[in-house]
């Protein structure tokens, strides 16, 4: 397929002048005249140069690639047809859509940016973390940086002795359980060649005691509403987590909360400004 490059210029300039700051989880400021979003903006919200971006809709540049494609599609929070589009006009084509899709929909997009002072994140099926805000980088870490069979949650748990220690250790044997079942559960939905089914195959050949476990054939272990965190600068915290699911692409946004009042409520607030700090 061949780049349309003023189709590409022209639905770039369209959907970011369509976009307000407050859409995407920018602050406005008072002096604002732009309509719609800054291209520094979007560049900041596509992780690319601003000069790369505005490239693109000056019908300028080289072809963008597919990669590229996506994180410019997750920026504009595009939806699925719009994502699809976007990639043909670029030359290429659309992606697979489903449960290996990691395109998060705008409607999920705009709730996560607003939860920018609560421990939040947007993981896949396989517990992949998508999207972190500021205070659940500083509650579990900064899961994005993961790459290969490690971003998964349920993988790190049998390799990575790591992953245990955020986690009471009263919590760990019911953990084991609960990533064991779950995993069986994806690969059976998804089918033998699944990325599911991939990551069985190297626990089984890694880890003594994911092989102990997978022998139980449970299914159905689901999580604790209730997680028990111990933070190495705040120590022990009991945090309510709430899921809402987003059935078109099997990913979860993951909302973590405290019953105002309590120590951990009290914990959380220290956090913040722990966070913050480390991100100074």
């Known amino acids: 397929m ?3 490059r003023p189709g590409l210029a022209g639905f770039l300039r369209r959907r970011r002048e369509s976009l ?19 291209r520094e903006e979007v560049a900041t919200l596509c992780q690319m140069s601003t000069d790369y971006y505005s ?32 990639f043909r006009l670029a030359g290429h084509t659309a992606p697979v859509r489903g449960a290996t899709s990691e395109h998060i929909s705008p409607g999920l997009l705009r709730v996560f940016d607003r939860l920018h002072d609560t421990p939040a994140e947007i993981v896949t099926e396989l517990g992949e973390t998508l999207r ?10 900064e899961t994005t940086r993961y790459t290969g069979p490690a971003r998964s949650a349920g993988y790190r748990w049998f390799t990575d002795p790591a992953a245990r220690q955020l986690y009471a250790p009263a919590e760990h044997a019911f953990l084991t359980r609960m990533y064991a079942s779950g995993l069986r559960e994806i690969a059976t939905l998804r089918g ?3 990325r599911a089914a991939r990551y069985i195959d190297l626990l089984l050949a890694r880890s003594e005691e994911f092989s102990r476990v997978w022998d139980r054939h449970e299914v159905g272990v689901r999580p604790h509403e209730v997680k028990h965190f111990v933070h190495p ?11 809402l699911i987003e059935p078109g692409q099997s990913h979860s946004l993951l909302v973590y909360t405290a019953v105002p009042g309590s120590e951990s409520y009290d914990k959380l607030q220290v956090l913040a400004v722990v966070g913050a700090e480390s991100l100074r």
Do not use: F, N, W, Y
Not at 20 to 38: I, M, N
Not at 66 to 75: C, D, K, S
Not at 132 to 141: C, D, I, K, M, R
Not at 233 to 243: K, N, P, Y
């Open 132 to 141: 972190q805000t500021p205070l659940g980088v500083a509650l579990t870490g």
């Open 192 to 194: 033998p060649g699944s």
């Open 20 to 38: 307000q700051p407050e859409d995407v989880g920018l602050p406005r400021g008072r002096r604002r005249r732009t309509s719609g979003l800054r």
């Open 233 to 243: 600068r705040v120590g022990a915290l009991e945090l309510t987590c709430q899921r």
């Open 55 to 86: 490239r693109l809709e000056q019908e300028r540049g080289p072809q963008p690639s597919e990669q590229m494609v996506a994180a410019i599609a997750q920026g504009l929070h595009l939806s699925l047809d719009e994502r699809d589009h976007l």
């Open 2 to 4: 061949k780049i349309d």
